[in-house]
C-alpha cells in the first residue's frame, strides 16, 4: 500500500447548484497536501465528496486503484471545529476513545487495551492531563489536538483534516504540524484544508489550489504563482485591484 | 403510610405503579438521545401522530401497537421527505406533518365510535391499566433497553459526532429510524400513563435535568432513567392522594426536579455561577485594594 489517491472527474452539486466542477488529480502517498482557496471554493465540499460523506454528481475516488467504501478504516477524518456540539456529554478520553470504535466493530465494547491506546495518542498530542475534563471546557488548540489524538487512534494511513489551524494557538499549531509531518514521514498521506497562505512553503509538500474548479496542483513552488493565485482568489485581487493596490 | 398499604392491598395500584415506573425509565433513557440530537419537537410530533394509528387500530380490531407503530413511522419519513425536498425549514415541517397526524385522529376516533375515551388517550389514565397493558409495557421496556445496551456505541457516536460516524461506514440514517421506532414505541407504552399530550414532557425534562448535572453519556442516561422512575412514583403517590390527574402531577414532579438541576447544579446552575461571579468580583476589590496599599 502507497496511499495514492487519485480523483477523477468529480463534481458536486448543492439544491442543483454546481459547488465542485470536474476535479481531477492524482497524488502519491507519503505526501502532505495542503488544500487552498478561498472562503466558499469548495474544500471541505471536497474533502467530504472524497470521504464518501455527500452525493457526487459523478466521477470516482479510488485509493490505491480501490474505491473508499473498501478503505474506510484505513482513512481518519478531523471535521471543522464548528461542526461538533461542544457541550455534548463527553470528555476528552472519551472523545479519543471513539477512534478505536472502528476498529473494535459493532455488539463489542472497548477493552482496557484500548483505553490505554487512547490515553498514549492523549500523550503525543500532550492533552492526557486534561483526560477527565468536559470537550467543551478546553482552549480551540486544545480541542483540536484532542481530535487529532482521535484521528491517531483510528491507527489510519490517510488523514483528511479540516482547517485544524483555524482560531488555534501557536503552540498548538506548532503541534500538531509537528506530528503530522511525523506522520507523513512514515508514509502516510495527508490532507489539509487550509486557507492562510502565508505559512504553505513550510508546512505542505504538495498543493491543490481549488475555487470551484481545481486551478492547479503540484509541488508548492509551482502553485504559489501569482497568475494562478490570482484566478483562484479572483474576487478578492479584484478589490485590491481597484483600490489600486499591486501585488 | 396508607399509600404503601394501598399499594399492598390493590392489585390496579401496583400495575399501575409498576407501569409507571417503567415508563418513567424508559422516556429517561430515549430522551437523552432525542436531546442531545435536538428532536425534541420530534418526539413531540411522533407522540401526536400515533392518534390516528390508534383510531384505526380500533376500527380494524387489531392491537393499537401496530397502527401507532406505523403511524408514527409514517411522521418522521414524512417530516424528512418534505424537509429534504422543498424549502420549508424542518421545524415547520414538524409542524405540518405531526398536526395533520393528529387532526385526523380526532376525526378518527370520534368516528371510530367505540370504547375508547379520547380524554384517556390524550391525558393517560393509570388507574385503569390492565394487565395486558402492564405487559406490553415491560416488552416495550425490555426491547428499547436491550437496542440501547446492545447499540450504545454507535448511538453515542452519530448523536456525537453523525460525519465521523459516517467516515467509517456507520448507518446514520438506519439509526435515526430505529431511534424514531424507539421512540414510538415509549409514547405508546405512555399513553396510560401521560397521555399523548404530556410525553413530550417525559421525554425530554429528566434527560434535561441529568444534562444538566453531568459530562458523561452514560451518567446521564442513569440519571435521567432515575429522575423518570422518581417522578413516577412521587408523582402516582400525589396523583392518587388527592385525586388530581396522574400525567400532570408526574409532569410537574419532572419539572420540580429540572427546577433544582437549574438553580443547584454545580457546573450550570445558576445559584452557583452567581457565587462564583459574586467571589471573583470580591477576589478583585481585595486584590485591587491591596495594589492601593
Ligand atoms: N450543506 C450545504 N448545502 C448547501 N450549500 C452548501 C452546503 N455546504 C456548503 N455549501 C455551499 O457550497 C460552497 C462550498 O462550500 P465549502 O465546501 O464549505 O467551502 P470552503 O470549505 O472552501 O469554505 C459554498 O458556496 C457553500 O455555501
Ligand atoms: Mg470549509
Redesign the pocket.
Known amino acids: 500500500m502507497t496511499y495514492q489517491v487519485e480523483v477523477k472527474d468529480l463534481s458536486v452539486s ?2 442543483g ?1 454546481n ?2 466542477k470536474n476535479i481531477n488529480f492524482n497524488v502519491d502517498g507519503g505526501k502532505l497536501i495542503g488544500i487552498i ?12 465528496a472524497v470521504l464518501d460523506l ?1 452525493h457526487r454528481d459523478h466521477g470516482e475516488v479510488l485509493i490505491d486503484g480501490k474505491p473508499m467504501k473498501d478503505v474506510r478504516k484505513k482513512v481518519a477524518y478531523v471535521p ?1 471545529r464548528a461542526a461538533i456540539d461542544w457541550d455534548f456529554p463527553i470528555t476528552v478520553q472519551k472523545t479519543v476513545q471513539l477512534g478505536t470504535y472502528p476498529q473494535v466493530g459493532i455488539f463489542r465494547r472497548p477493552g482496557r487495551s484500548e483505553k490505554q491506546w487512547a490515553l498514549e495518542c492523549l500523550q503525543k498530542v500532550g492533552m492526557d492531563q486534561f483526560a477527565k475534563r468536559q470537550i467543551g471546557e478546553l482552549s480551540g488548540g486544545q480541542q483540536q489536538r484532542v481530535f487529532l489524538a482521535r484521528a491517531l487512534a483510528q491507527k489510519a494511513n490517510i488523514f483528511f483534516l ?2 485544524p489551524f483555524v482560531g488555534i494557538d501557536v503552540t498548538s499549531e506548532a503541534l500538531i504540524i509537528g506530528i503530522l509531518k511525523e506522520l507523513r514521514d512514515a508514509g502516510n498521506s495527508v490532507f489539509v ?1 487550509h ?1 492562510d497562505l502565508t505559512k504553505v512553503e513550510d508546512y505542505f509538500d504538495e498543493l491543490l489550489l ?1 475555487n470551484k474548479e481545481l486551478i492547479t496542483s503540484g509541488p508548492v513552488e509551482r502553485v504559489m504563482q501569482p497568475e494562478s493565485l490570482k484566478t483562484a482568489y479572483q474576487s478578492q485581487y479584484g478589490l485590491w485591484d481597484t483600490l489600486g493596490v499591486t501585488i | 403510610m396508607d399509600f404503601i398499604s394501598d399499594i399492598q392491598n390493590y392489585v390496579f395500584l401496583q400495575k399501575a405503579l409498576f407501569t409507571s415506573i417503567m415508563v418513567g425509565i424508559i422516556c429517561g433513557v430515549i430522551g437523552c438521545f432525542i436531546i442531545l440530537r435536538g428532536m425534541a419537537l420530534m418526539g413531540d410530533a411522533i407522540s401526536h401522530a400515533v392518534l390516528p394509528g390508534i383510531a384505526v387500530s380500533y376500527m380494524l380490531g387489531i392491537n393499537y401497537l401496530y397502527g401507532a407503530v406505523f403511524t408514527g413511522l409514517l411522521t418522521s419519513v414524512g417530516i424528512g421527505f418534505i424537509s429534504q425536498n422543498s424549502r420549508v425549514k424542518n421545524d415547520s415541517s414538524i409542524g405540518i406533518v405531526f398536526s395533520s397526524f393528529f387532526a385526523l385522529g380526532i376525526i378518527l376516533i370520534a368516528k371510530a365510535k367505540s370504547t375508547i375515551d379520547l380524554t384517556s388517550i390524550l391525558f393517560g389514565n393509570v388507574l385503569s391499566v390492565r394487565s395486558s397493558d402492564m405487559w406490553m409495557t415491560l416488552v416495550i421496556g425490555t426491547i428499547v433497553l436491550l437496542v440501547v445496551i446492545l447499540f450504545y456505541k454507535e448511538l453515542l457516536v452519530s448523536t456525537f459526532d453523525p460525519t465521523f460516524a459516517a467516515s467509517y461506514g456507520l448507518p446514520n440514517r438506519l439509526i435515526h429510524y430505529v431511534l424514531m421506532i424507539l421512540l414510538t414505541l415509549v409514547t405508546v407504552a405512555s399513553l396510560q400513563t401521560v397521555g399523548v399530550i404530556l410525553v413530550v414532557a417525559m421525554l425530554i425534562t429528566p434527560a434535561s435535568t441529568a444534562y444538566l448535572l453531568t459530562n458523561r453519556l452514560s451518567v446521564m442516561i442513569v440519571l435521567s432513567a432515575a429522575f423518570g422512575a422518581f417522578s413516577a412514583i412521587v408523582g402516582l403517590y400525589f396523583s392518587f392522594e388527592h385525586n388530581l390527574s396522574s400525567g400532570a402531577v408526574i409532569v410537574l414532579v419532572t419539572t420540580v426536579l429540572f427546577l433544582i438541576a437549574f438553580v443547584f447544579s454545580p457546573k450550570q446552575g445558576i445559584f452557583w455561577r452567581y457565587v462564583r461571579i459574586r467571589k471573583n468580583r470580591n477576589g478583585a476589590t481585595i486584590r485591587k485594594k491591596e495594589s492601593f496599599e
Open positions: 448543492y439544491d447548484e459547488v465542485l482557496g478561498p472562503n466558499g471554493a469548495g474544500k471541505s465540499t471536497l474533502m467530504k455527500i471543522q479540516d482547517e484544508v486557507h481549488l
